[in-house]
């Protein structure tokens, strides 16, 4: 509930542009899944920009189209989303990527 209220007061100024660190951060799944929905649709119906700071690459693979990839604050990589995290070409990237559970 808190993660909503907050987007909603940021969207009262009719931003062009919103940071997000962590946004389901400490949530359940089923939270998280919803608040994910809603971010998707705000973005999509209000024509956001958005940068997303998260350590969870599948909440970057669903609301990111591009992704930078950080290691000890530099760019390691960047690019389309599905590109880095399909066929990451860093040692670190590639690290990340296979450090994450496949279903």
Known sequence: MQQRLQIARNLVSSPRLVFMDEPTGGLDVSVQARLL?????????????VVIVTHDLA????????????RRSHVVEAGLTDQILDD???????????SVLQP
């Open 37 to 49: 929905d809603l971010l998707r649709g705000l973005v999509r119906e209000l024509d956001l920009a």
């Open 59 to 70: 909440v970057a693979r669903l609301l990111a189209d591009r992704l930078m990839v950080m």
């Open 88 to 98: 990451p070409q860093h040692p670190y990237s590639q690290l990340l990527v296979s």
